[in-house]
């Protein structure tokens, strides 16, 4: 829709309003079905925890292995394209072309890092299924 430029103010409010909209809708109606005995445990911190520590160390070790493709290559590879390898799809291959373009405006990165965004995606997924085969395999 951005692209074409023909549905200007729909993309505009697909981006802030029917996205505010939907985000609430869903926070509203999953917290309304919930409640607070079965959500305020330390195992529900237990995770939010690991969760945050999974996405630092995927960053950090994207970012790790950037650096070594740049040596690698001699410089074509930008480092901070590693970054977007974490399945956040797609803020973290906007906010690697955002600090991308504040270091240098030449550089557009926001189709390899959504490269990388994909690639960790499907790398989420493939370790998803592998994970849930094996659970269900216990029963």
Not at 39 to 57: D, E, N, P, R
Not at 79 to 94: D, E, F, N
Not at 105 to 131: D, E, K, R, V, Y
């Amino acid at each position: 829709m951005k692209e074409c430029g023909v549905v200007e103010r729909l993309c505009k409010a697909s981006e802030n309003e029917i996205a505010n909209i939907t985000t609430l809708l869903l926070g509203i109606t999953i917290g309304a079905t919930m409640n607070g005995e079965a959500f305020l445990k330390v195992q529900t911190l237990i995770i939010f925890g690991l969760g945050f520590l999974a996405i630092c160390f995927d960053t950090v070790a994207g970012v790790l292995f950037g650096k070594a493709m740049c040596w690698w290559t001699g410089g074509k590879v930008n480092p901070l394209v590693g970054a977007a390898g974490i399945s956040a799809y797609p803020m973290a291959a906007r906010v690697v072309q955002k600090e991308g373009a504040r270091y240098n405006p030449f550089n557009f990165l926001l189709m390899h890092s959504m490269g990388a965004n994909t690639g960790g995606q499907i790398g989420s997924i493939i370790a998803a299924a592998i994970m849930l085969s094996v659970l269900s395999g216990l029963r």
